[in-house]
């Protein structure tokens, strides 16, 4: 059974730090990963999808990289904003029918 | 367009009533997904559809019925509401393989 795993679970770092977040999934057969940014009492956004057959992918100051032999997937963030304070999610899906394994959540708070 | 829309945003139940959650897309996507997130945790499948007519189970579906009779529209059901289903439920959907979007929830309380 897949399990993924996000550390840390909780993060509060100044503006303008640059910070990474870590995902692992036990389960290297894994077809894609996805990284969601998930605000107080709203559904979630996908940020990144990295295909099994990529090495990573970037979106503005975001650039998730997938290293899938050893089952971890970061996520770097630059120069950090307070608008950037969300839950960040991982997720994992072991075919196409893009069934997602999620891990807890890394909680992110970026201080003025 | 609207995009995934849930209702109700939220509810409370007593033990043993039943209700459906509504979930309706507008974007034609053929996949549709429900999850449940505990708090301080990620979201857990509990059914799945790959199109009108199709549903399967996810990794929770003790407790849920789904249905889907057209594209838009994905409910789920719960019969006999129990403590343990008290929880926050997401409704996505998706096309191809495309990411998967999400409605902003029902928070479900049963006390």
């Known amino acids: 059974k897949q399990e993924v795993t996000q550390i840390p679970a909780a993060l509060s770092v100044p503006e303008g730090e640059n910070l990474v977040l870590n995902c692992s999934f036990t389960?290297?057969?894994?077809?894609?990963l996805q990284w969601f940014r998930q605000d107080p009492g709203k559904g979630l956004t996908s940020l990144l999808l990295i295909q099994s057959s990529q090495r990573e992918q970037t979106s503005g100051r975001l650039n998730a990289s997938l290293d899938k032999s050893s089952g971890r997937s970061t996520l770097y963030i630059a120069a950090s904003q307070p608008g950037d304070s969300a839950t960040y999610l991982c997720a994992v899906s072991r075919n196409a029918g893009n069934m997602l394994t999620f891990g807890g959540g890394t909680r992110l708070m970026v201080k003025p | 367009n609207a995009g995934v829309t849930q209702t109700p945003k939220f509810r409370i139940l007593k033990i043993g009533q039943s209700m459906t959650l509504q979930c309706t897309q507008d974007m034609n996507h053929n996949y549709m997904y429900w999850y449940r997130q505990d708090p301080g945790m990620g979201l857990k499948l509990i059914y799945y559809?790959?199109?009108?007519?199709?549903?399967d189970k996810g990794e929770v579906p003790n407790g849920y019925n789904v249905s889907r009779s057209t594209t838009e529209d994905f409910p789920l059901r719960l019969e006999l509401a129990a403590p343990s289903q008290t929880s926050v439920y997401f409704c996505?959907?998706?096309?191809?393989?495309?990411?998967?979007?999400f409605g902003d929830g029902t928070r479900l309380s049963i006390l």
């Open positions: 389960d290297s057969a894994i077809y894609n």
């Open positions: 559809s790959v199109g009108a007519g199709i549903t």
């Open positions: 996505a959907s998706r096309l191809g393989n495309q990411p998967q979007h």
